[in-house]
């Protein structure tokens, strides 16, 4: 079983959608991370988290530290927001290397 | 630079050969990191540099797989008689101390024929 876990690894919705994407993970952690991977490789960082809710436009991030699992949400989902989204997290013990969930693939559909 | 710069951005080369892949980081940033992202698979680290501390190289698959970080900036990656299943998207991020605020570069994509 992988540390991180990430649901669902694919994701189709239509455009205006509201998109929940979950990320579960096993160990403890300093923090956790949600990236955004488009076509082509390139990676931006969306948030980091270690406790509560963290919002930047129409991202919303929140963290559960008790139940060990964080959702990104997407409001009013737009075509643009087709990417892979990646949860990746610090663990305790080794809190320098990020270990990554397995990605979602989203798809937003005009 | 603005960002993390990684060059080539794709590299095909002949198995057997050598390759290397070059990142530049943001400057200032103490900590380097390189991953690999392999066909449909997630993100594998590789290895992680902090300033002058001695490397964790603990996620390098094999002893062809090395690098260096010259002067505290610009990290290089050398694979040595590259196999084909080392065929992957090389990625190089930078922070400014580790654990949070990492900006990744756009990548290499490596192809072993």
């Known amino acids: 079983k992988n540390e991180v876990e990430q649901s669902p690894q694919n994701l189709t919705a239509q455009e205006g959608e509201f998109i929940t994407i979950n990320c579960s993970y096993s160990?403890?952690?300093?923090?956790l991370h949600w990236l955004q991977q488009h076509p082509g490789g390139g990676i931006v960082s969306l948030f980091m988290?270690?406790?509560g809710k963290k919002k930047h436009g129409r991202l919303i991030a929140t963290i559960n530290i008790q139940e060990k699992h964080s959702s990104l949400h997407i409001t009013a989902s737009h075509p643009r927001d087709s990417a892979v989204y990646i949860c990746?997290?610090?663990?305790?013990?080794?809190?320098?290397?990020?270990?990554f969930g397995q990605g979602t693939r989203l798809t937003i559909n005009p | 630079g603005a960002g993390v710069s990684q060059s080539p951005s794709n590299k095909v080369t002949e198995k057997g050969k050598d390759v290397e892949l070059r990142c530049d980081p943001i400057?200032?940033?103490?900590?380097l990191y390189w991953y690999r992202q392999s066909l449909g698979q997630g993100l594998e680290f590789l290895i992680y540099?902090?300033?002058?501390?001695?490397?964790?190289k603990s996620g390098l698959p094999s002893d062809r797989f090395s690098a260096e970080r010259t002067g505290g900036s610009v990290s290089t990656l050398t694979i040595q008689r590259t196999q084909q299943e080392d065929s992957a998207v090389y990625l190089c991020?930078?922070?400014?101390?580790?654990?949070?605020?990492?900006?990744f570069g756009s990548g290499t994509r490596l192809t072993v024929v």
């Open positions: 991020a930078s922070s400014p101390q580790g654990n949070y605020g990492y900006t």
């Open positions: 160990v403890g952690i300093s923090a």
């Open positions: 988290l270690s406790s």
């Open positions: 990746a997290v610090n663990s305790n013990l080794r809190a320098q290397k990020l270990v």
């Open positions: 400057s200032g940033h103490t900590a």
């Open positions: 540099f902090q300033g002058n501390s001695a490397p964790d």
